[in-house]
């Protein structure tokens, strides 16, 4: 079955960036799905961040837009979350998760649910 | 503050029913399909519900979703004391600020 599972650095300075990778198993990379990235703040809700296709078409939460970048490294079978200028709003766990692309006779389209989820990590931003 | 909106807590009996309620507008659930995620505590959240009213295998028939107008609704029934959780609606977004979100969550006890 699918699996995702996210690896980074559990600490970083503010105004440092922020890198994470999610290692994908159970299925190719290239495959049609979305690769996501979902964060959780301590105590609070999801927040969607962004998400790849394989072809290297990304979309981005609009009020992270500026600071966010995510790559995907089809060798590795891995995709990446970079995230700078961080502050302590964003210390979080942050998760990968796919969400399945669907063929609407044109074009693949998200299915805009996400399963799996990674377990998640912790990043924390603190001096 | 989330574009979609949960009562932040719900609780019931075992044995019982909850309803949990997700809203939000014409450019989201008034159009789009919504998804529900129980997240149990210490853990990563879970599919449960996805195009509104459809099932993932291995969830159990207990949980169901609905949608009217702008409006989606978790129905739990049978409850039981594992379903100690936090649930969460999410849609795609189609206004001028495009995207997935989802709703603040809601936390529900099992009395």
């Known amino acids: 079955q699918v699996q995702l599972q996210e690896s980074g650095p559990g600490l970083l300075e503010p105004s440092g960036t922020l890198s994470l990778t999610c290692v994908v198993s159970?299925?190719?990379?290239?495959?049609?799905?979305?690769w996501n990235w979902v964060r959780q703040p301590p105590g609070k809700g999801l927040e969607w961040i962004g998400e790849?296709?394989?072809?290297?078409?990304?979309n981005y939460n609009p009020s992270l837009k500026s600071r966010v970048t995510i790559s995907v490294d089809k060798s590795k079978k891995q995709f990446s979350l970079e995230l700078s200028s961080v502050t302590a709003a964003d210390t979080a766990v942050y998760y990968c998760?796919?969400?399945?692309?669907?063929?609407?006779?044109?074009?693949?389209?998200?299915?805009?649910?996400?399963?799996?989820w990674g377990q998640g990590t912790l990043v924390t931003v603190s001096s | 503050q989330s574009v979609l909106t949960q009562p932040p807590s719900v609780s019931a009996a075992p044995g019982q029913k909850v309803t949990i309620s997700c809203s939000g507008s014409?450019?989201?659930?008034?159009?789009?399909?919504v998804s529900w995620y129980q997240q149990l505590p210490g853990t990563a959240p879970k599919l449960l519900i996805y195009?509104?009213?459809k099932r993932p295998s291995g969830i159990p028939d207990r949980f169901s979703g609905s949608k009217s107008g702008t409006s989606a609704t978790l129905v739990i029934s049978g409850l039981q004391t594992g379903d100690e959780a936090d649930y969460y609606c999410?849609?795609?977004?189609?206004?001028?600020?495009?995207?997935?979100?989802f709703g603040g969550g809601t936390k529900l006890t099992v009395l």
């Open positions: 999410g849609a795609w977004d189609s206004s001028l600020s495009a995207g997935k979100v």
């Open positions: 014409n450019s989201n659930i008034g159009i789009n399909y």
């Open positions: 998760a796919r969400d399945p692309a669907t063929w609407d006779g044109v074009a693949y389209q998200h299915s805009n649910w996400f399963d799996p």
């Open positions: 790849i296709y394989h072809s290297g078409k990304t």
């Open positions: 159970g299925v190719s990379i290239s495959s049609t799905n979305w």
């Open positions: 195009d509104d009213n």
